[in-house]
């Protein structure tokens, strides 16, 4: 299990993809034609050689990478490479897999499947899944752990969903403020492993306080005779429980840690974060604004069935319709200019997209600088001013250049000025709208990304027809 | 500089700003009126007590916080922050704001305090902001290396952007693999400091060649008469200098790595690089999308100068308006037609925005898949099928709601067949088109964000209006 370069891993990972498809393309052709014994026995003995190539390949892997396959597969695939994976690495490769991966076996795998998942977890892998694994099941499993893990797991699940108490793990090594370093390696070296993305050890006085933190460098730096608390950081980044994990990410980040305890409001120690689940965490967080932004649900598997991603959909598409309906009677308003004057039927959509496009680029702006903590209120009304100039210049440069097209297609200067001038309101006001929505939904608490290029979009586009059109019947007739 | 909570951070921040614009107020008022000697003292006077105040607040503030502080403020007030940043920290300030910050830092201070900031800078740092320091300055910097560190430079310069030599540090310790554990931790002692995020020493053979890892924690956990070679691990996730930044970040992700050997062909180890660097890689790689799509440079400054980002924005908005020129001319071509049945111009936005929006969801599926890497050639063809019958479901019951819509306002049984069937098919063309531009894009070498927005809502747009008063024309007159 040594590792392979990207080129080889993508390799590895086509000829398992390769397998997959014969194994139904075999499949398939059998089904077609009559059944018959021979046959059976045919098509069983050519399943088993594939099956047991398949195994071999895709045991090769990494578990990390056998999960990152089975999210890239379609559902029914995912099944046929889940009865290849080796029984002892199961509960590893389905702790590496995503949520999405996770509950489509939890909800289709028959129970002694899921039992030889869980029965090796322990208290902080369970905490994780309690959601989604069946309650029975679940329950059979928690009779075998300690007290302490049963007490802990119940207190994990009374956090909420992205806070850092949901994410934290009771997994740590604690250390006595006035033990010395040789005790500490004693103890290091009773147990024989240290938790996972060990930097630093956490050290407590005798209540239990968090009092500082021993890096391992230090521990091998430092004279064996020598006690913690001298030689031990006070200057310490920690978390509450109840901090947002978005928070506790960019700290981690900031401050590049690796690891960080939290603590309660008497700074006792709860439990640990690492860097392995922020990084995990930021990149969703990260990649949930692309599909939030177009009214898409983020925790979507790419390779859902089609009628869970219909449903899914339904909502946003809904609003996207009722969006474009007012856009619709705006342009109504002014039906009987537009019978009049039918090039402004032709004309209307580069002042209404143009300026659905500068609202998504402002929009996007503040959305990602959000994201990055690095807007506020302050400094959001000279991003506002900003903004204004910026697409007042280039609603002129746009302006003029729209002017000269219609006329070269009109020769209507009245015309030309018309569209000239709405073009440059247009862009301002779509600036100040793709400024305003992600800005609201913040405010309102909603997730400044949700359906923020929906919104945008209709709004710019009803204030384009309406200025434009506006103009036109007050001007042009 | 002990680590405050999230609330207190911001806070301190907030009092900071206050500040800052206290003195700018303070410099207006003087500045309306007339100047005299007396005003000019009281002014000073003002001035340097706040400016006090000032430099105590920022000093206690971790130098990450600081750096993004930087961040979030317009450009002439981060001289005003810069010049109350305590001596002794400027470098690390420096080094943990972005690149914009360096940026302008560099091109606008004087070189006595440009000469401050990488008077302390090892090799490494160096490294990475010899693209923007003055020339004659890095120089004259060079000569004070030592040989070793200079060629290293040369070297660590040689490789592009983007890649993992760019990014790789030649700060590293390295153990012999014969050496025993008694040995490692006498030479850890008298160096007194391992690297940064040091989870892990790079074990090698008497040719310098990589054949292992030790951890830190092995390194406590064993007998300090054990060789290195008989408890090193040899499963070593390592890489090529020439190998992607964002493969080798995928790879920090997916095994949870802290750091990692780069090696050349040979297995000689180069460098070294660290979760730190990868995460910040990860930050950008993850916010560009939002940006790129709706075609922003996501290098630009949120708080850069009016006329560069106007500048920035030119090349985008140029294609964007072409884009739309051409939506125009699609209408022209049915000018005919909307003459002789105006309400066509009320309803034909409905279709072409309902498929703008539906073919950016596609887009941002596609371009999030490609960006976990769960995109490939083999996946996207059932992807694409998935799509169509998701986009072809809710076309229908789009296409029904739209028809309904169009009876109400006008009663006319053909013109609404005509629409919900033309809405039926421009979604599923969307859908399409969504798929298309950034796997084209990709396939091309470009970003797959790059743009896509833009292209993506022109080329929906375009067929909705195509589609929709096609059909009009030929079976409504």
Redesign the interface.
């Given at each position: 299990?040594?590792?392979q370069?990207?080129q080889q891993l993508n390799q590895q990972?086509?000829s398992i993809?390769e397998l997959l498809?014969k194994q139904e393309i075999v499949q398939t052709i059998f089904h077609r034609q009559q059944h018959t014994a021979e046959k059976n026995l045919l098509e069983a003995m050519l399943h088993k050689q594939q099956a047991a190539e398949l195994e071999e390949q895709v045991n090769k892997l990494?578990n990390?990478?056998i999960a990152?396959l089975l999210?890239?597969?379609?559902i029914n695939k995912r099944f046929q490479l889940w009865q290849v994976i080796a029984a002892d690495r199961v509960t590893e490769v389905f702790l590496?897999a995503n949520e999405n991966i996770q509950e489509t076996l939890l909800s289709n795998l028959p129970e002694g499947e899921i039992l030889k998942i869980i029965q090796f977890m322990d208290a902080d892998d369970l905490a994780f899944i309690t959601d989604i694994i069946p309650k029975h099941l679940m329950e059979q499993r928690l009779l075998e752990l300690s007290q302490d893990d049963q007490l802990w797991l119940n207190h994990a699940q009374s956090y909420k969903e992205d806070s850092v108490g949901s994410l934290m793990s009771n997994d740590m090594f604690i250390v006595k403020q006035f033990e010395m370093v040789k005790d500490v390696?004693k103890r290091?070296?009773e147990i024989?492993?240290?938790p996972?993305?060990?930097?630093k050890l956490f050290v407590v006085d005798s209540r239990g306080v968090l009092t500082g933190v021993i890096s391992?460098?230090k521990?091998?730096?430092n004279n064996p005779k020598k006690i913690i608390k001298e030689i031990m950081s006070?200057?310490?980044?920690?978390f509450?429980a109840n901090?947002?994990a978005s928070?506790a990410a960019k700290?981690?980040?900031?401050?590049?840690l690796?690891s960080a305890p939290v603590i309660n409001e008497r700074g006792k120690i709860l439990g640990r974060i690492n860097?392995?689940v922020m990084?995990?965490y930021?990149?969703e967080e990260?990649?949930e604004?692309?599909?939030n932004?177009?009214?898409?649900n983020a925790e979507d598997d790419?390779?859902a069935p089609?009628i869970s991603?219909?449903r899914s959909?339904?909502l946003w598409?809904g609003i996207?319709?009722f969006a474009?309906?007012l856009?619709?009677r705006v342009?109504?308003l002014f039906?009987q200019t537009?019978?009049e004057m039918?090039?402004l039927?032709?004309?209307?959509?580069?002042v209404?997209?143009?300026g659905?496009?500068i609202g998504?680029?402002t929009a996007?702006?503040v959305?990602?600088?959000l994201?990055?903590?690095?807007?506020?209120l302050?400094?959001s009304i000279?991003?506002a001013k900003?903004e204004f100039?910026?697409n007042a210049?280039?609603g002129l440069i746009?302006g003029v250049?729209?002017a000269l097209?219609s006329f070269v297609?009109y020769q209507n200067t009245a015309l030309s000025l018309v569209i000239g001038i709405a073009m440059l309101l247009n862009l301002v006001m779509a600036a100040f709208i793709g400024l305003s929505v992600p800005l609201a939904l913040k405010y309102l608490n909603y997730d400044p990304?949700m359906g923020s290029?929906?919104i945008t979009?209709?709004a710019a586009?009803s204030m384009g027809?309406l200025i434009f059109l506006g103009l036109a019947s007050v001007f042009l007739i």
């Open positions: 299990m040594t590792y370069s990207g990972i086509d993809l498809n990494h990390a990478d990152h999210e890239i597969i379609p590496d390696s290091i070296r024989k492993k240290l996972d993305q060990s930097d391992l460098e521990l091998l730096l006070t200057n310490v980044v920690h509450s901090d947002s928070h700290a981690f980040e900031r401050y590049d690796i860097v392995e990084m995990d930021l990149r990260n990649t604004d692309v599909l932004m177009v009214g898409l790419l390779f089609v991603t219909v959909r339904g598409l996207n319709l474009v309906f856009v619709s342009i109504g039906e537009l019978s039918i090039y039927a032709v004309l209307m959509p580069i209404a997209a143009v659905g496009n998504n680029q996007s702006l959305i990602r600088g994201t990055l903590g690095q807007i506020n302050q400094n000279h991003l900003k100039f910026v210049i280039n746009l250049v729209v097209f297609f990304a290029s929906i979009t209709a586009d027809f």
